[in-house]
């Protein structure tokens, strides 16, 4: 049980954007699915 968005300081991995802000096909699937849920 390790902490993705609040990482140590540790470990920049954890500090990182989410998938979602990467560029990449998976953005616009992410980007989909946050359109879908925030209506």
Partial sequence: ???VEKG???SP???RP???DKPGPK???SR???TL???
């Fill in 8 to 10: 140590p300081v540790g």
């Fill in 18 to 20: 989410k998938p979602e």
């Fill in 32 to 34: 989909r699915f946050t």
């Fill in 37 to 39: 849920r925030s209506k």
């Fill in 27 to 29: 953005s616009i699937l």
């Fill in 1 to 3: 049980m390790r902490p």
């Fill in 13 to 15: 991995s954890d500090e």
